[in-house]
C-alpha cells in the first residue's frame, strides 16, 4: 500500500512527466490553449497510459524475455502502444458516442505521446511488478493531467495579459512552462521510500 | 447660477497602489529591525542592493516596452519586491545574487508577463528560487544569532558590506567562526538522525519555540501585518488559510507523537512563515480574487509548506509553495466565479 502511494506522490508530483522528466512536451504545448482541450486530452491520455503499460509490461515479460529478445522492446512497444491507441479509439466509438466527440480527435495524437514509450520503457528498466507498472502508468497519466491543466488555464490568462509582443504565444508559454518546473523542484526530495 | 461639473469617478478611493505598496514597506520595519538586532546589518545592504537592481530592471523594461518610466516607478511596487528578496536571502550575501535575484524577479517574471497586474508568479519568490537552485552553497550559509558563546561577533557594517562587494572576510573571522545551521535544519537534521524533537529544542540554537532570533522577527512580522490587516491592505482569508494550512497538520502529527514530529509553535515562528502569511501569499496579483478562493489559497501555501519542511529536501518550502499555488491560481478562480448576485443560476451556467 505504502508501496503504491510512493509510485503515485512519485510520478505526479516529485518526478512528474512532464515538468521534471520533460517527457511529452508535444501535447502538453499543443492542446494547452484551452481548458476544455486540456482536460479531454487529459482524460484520454489516462486511459490509453494505464492500459498501455499494463501490455507492454506483459508483452516484455512473457514474450521478450523467453525469446531472449529484450533488445526489440523498443519497436515493439512503439507497436503495442500504437496498437492501443487504435484500440481504445474504436472501442470509444462504438461504445460511447458522447465520449468519442469529447476525446475522438485527442486520442490519435496519443500514439506520438512520448511520454507513453517513456513509461513502458522505464517500467522494464526499473523492474516493476504488474500492480506496480499499471499504477506508474496511471500515476503518470495524473501528473500530466495535472499540470496540463493547471497550464491551460495558465495560459488562457496569460493570452489575456499585456505581455510584450515579441514574447506573444508560444515564448511566454514556454517561460511558463520552465517556472512551473522551477516551483516543481520543490518537490524533490518527498516520496523516498 | 454656476455649478462645478465633475466627471467620474466622484468617489475617490483612500489607497491607490502607489500608498498601498508604502504602507506594506513600513509594515516591515519591526521585523527589519528585529532582522538587524539578530543577524547583523546584512539585510540593509541587501535591500540597497535588490532596491538598485529592481528600480533599474524596472525602468529598463518600461522604457524597452515604451511605457512612462516615471508613472511605471512611482508605485513602488519594485521596491516591495526587494524588500522581499532582501528578506528571503541570508543576512550575508555577494551582491552579485541579491542582483541575479532581483532581475529575474522584474524582468522575466514581471515585465515579459505584462507588468504589474498581469504577473502570474510573486516575482521576489521567482528570483529567490532561481538563486536557491543555481547557487546553493551561498544561499546555505547563514549568520548565527548571539546565544551566549563567548567567541560571539556582531558583525560591523563594514565587515558585512566588504562580504557583500567581495565575497571576502577580515583574516580575523571565516565564515565557519560565525554561521550556524538554521533552526530548520538542525530540526530536519536531528529528526533524520531518530533523535526526540525535545532532545533537539535543548540547543540554544532553538530559542524559545521557533529559534533564537528567528522567533521575534516571526513577532515582528506578524505585528507588521496585524497592522496591514487593521488598515484593510491585506484581507484575513490569505493569513489565516496560510497559519490554519500549517498548524492543522502539524498539530495532529504533534499530537499523535509529540517524539518524531515538531511542534506547531515551531512551524509557525521559524523560517518565513509568518513573512509568507502576512506579505508574500496576500500579493494582491499573484493570489486568488474571490475571498473562496483566497482561503483555498492561503491553505494550500500552508500545507505545501509543511509538506516541503517535512518530507522535502528544501529546509523552508515558503518559496516553492507560493509558486506551486501561484500555478493553480488561474484554476482556483476558474472554480470559485463568485455568484453574480441577481442572477439565477441557469441550468447552462452550472455544465
Known amino acids: 500500500m505504502t508501496d503504491i502511494i510512493l509510485i503515485l506522490v512519485g510520478t505526479v508530483l516529485v518526478n512528474n512527466f512532464v515538468l521534471v522528466r520533460f517527457l511529452g512536451l508535444c501535447p502538453f504545448m499543443g492542446v494547452s490553449r484551452n481548458l476544455e482541450a486540456a482536460f479531454g486530452m487529459s482524460l484520454a491520455t489516462a486511459f490509453v497510459l494505464t492500459l498501455s503499460s499494463a501490455v507492454s509490461y506483459l508483452l516484455h515479460q512473457y514474450v521478450l524475455v523467453p525469446l531472449n529478445i529484450e533488445y526489440l522492446r523498443t519497436i515493439a512497444f512503439i507497436l503495442v502502444i500504437a496498437a492501443s491507441v487504435q484500440f481504445t479509439e474504436i472501442m470509444v466509438r462504438r461504445l460511447s458516442p458522447l465520449l468519442d466527440q469529447v476525446l475522438g480527435i485527442f486520442i490519435p495524437l496519443i500514439a506520438t505521446n512520448c511520454a507513453v514509450l517513456g513509461v513502458a520503457l522505464l517500467n522494464v528498466q526499473q523492474a516493476k511488478g504488474l500492480v506496480q507498472s499499471v499504477f506508474f502508468g496511471f500515476g503518470a497519466a495524473a501528473g500530466f493531467a495535472l499540470v496540463l491543466v493547471l497550464f491551460a488555464a495558465m495560459r488562457e490568462r496569460v493570452e489575456a495579459a499585456d505581455v510584450p509582443v515579441a514574447f506573444r504565444g508560444t515564448a511566454i508559454a514556454l517561460m511558463t512552462a520552465g517556472l512551473m518546473s522551477l516551483a516543481f523542484m520543490g518537490f524533490s526530495g518527498m516520496a523516498r521510500p | ?351
Open chain 2, 1 to 351: 447660477m454656476d455649478f462645478e461639473r465633475r466627471d467620474a469617478p466622484f468617489v475617490t478611493p483612500a489607497t491607490d497602489v502607489s500608498s498601498m505598496m508604502r504602507e506594506v514597506l513600513y509594515a516591515l520595519i519591526p521585523a527589519a529591525i528585529a532582522y538587524v538586532w539578530y543577524f547583523g546589518p546584512g539585510l540593509i545592504l541587501n535591500f540597497i542592493v535588490a532596491a538598485l537592481f529592481c528600480v533599474a530592471g524596472e525602468a529598463v523594461m518600461l522604457r524597452a516596452r515604451g511605457r512612462s518610466v516615471e508613472t511605471g516607478l512611482s508605485d513602488f511596487s519594485a521596491l516591495v519586491t526587494a524588500a522581499l528578496i532582501a528578506f528571503a536571502l541570508p543576512a550575508l550575501i555577494p551582491w552579485w545574487i541579491t542582483a541575479t535575484a532581483a532581475l529575474f524577479a522584474v524582468v522575466v517574471a514581471k515585465h515579459l508577463y505584462g507588468g504589474l497586474g498581469f504577473n502570474i508568479f510573486n516575482p521576489a519568490m521567482a528570483g529567490y528560487v532561481v538563486v536557491m537552485i543555481a547557487f546553493p552553497l551561498h544561499l546555505n550559509l547563514w549568520a548565527a544569532p548571539d546565544m551566549g558563546d563567548l567567541d560571539y561577533h556582531y558583525l560591523t557594517l563594514f565587515e558585512t558590506a566588504r562580504y557583500t562587494l567581495t565575497g571576502t572576510f577580515p583574516d580575523y573571522l571565516s565564515f565557519d567562526s560565525i554561521s550556524r545551521a538554521t533552526p530548520l535544519d538542525t530540526v530536519k537534521a536531528g529528526l533524520r538522525d531518530l533523535r526526540t524533537f525535545e532532545e533537539i529544542r535543548v540547543n540554544p540554537l532553538m530559542g524559545d519555540f521557533g529559534g533564537r532570533g528567528w522567533e521575534w522577527i516571526g513577532n515582528f512580522t506578524a505585528i507588521g501585518g496585524a497592522w496591514l490587516l487593521a488598515r484593510k491592505i491585506i484581507r484575513w482569508q490569505i493569513p489565516l488559510g496560510v497559519l490554519a494550512g500549517l498548524l492543522v497538520p502539524s498539530g495532529i502529527a504533534y499530537f499523535l507523537d509529540p517524539g518524531v514530529h515538531a511542534s506547531p509553535g515551531f512551524y509557525l515562528f521559524s523560517g518565513g512563515t509568518m513573512l509568507c502569511a502576512f506579505f508574500i501569499a496576500t500579493d494582491p496579483v499573484s493570489a486568488a480574487t474571490s475571498n473562496k478562493g483566497r482561503l483555498i489559497y492561503g491553505l494550500g501555501v500552508g500545507f505545501l509548506i509543511y509538506a516541503i519542511r517535512r518530507w522535502g529536501s528544501y529546509a523552508d518550502g515558503v518559496a516553492f509553495a507560493i509558486l506551486l499555488m501561484n500555478l493553480t491560481v488561474p484554476t482556483i478562480d476558474y472554480l470559485t466565479k463568485p455568484h453574480i448576485v441577481g442572477h439565477v443560476k441557469s441550468t447552462q451556467d452550472s455544465q
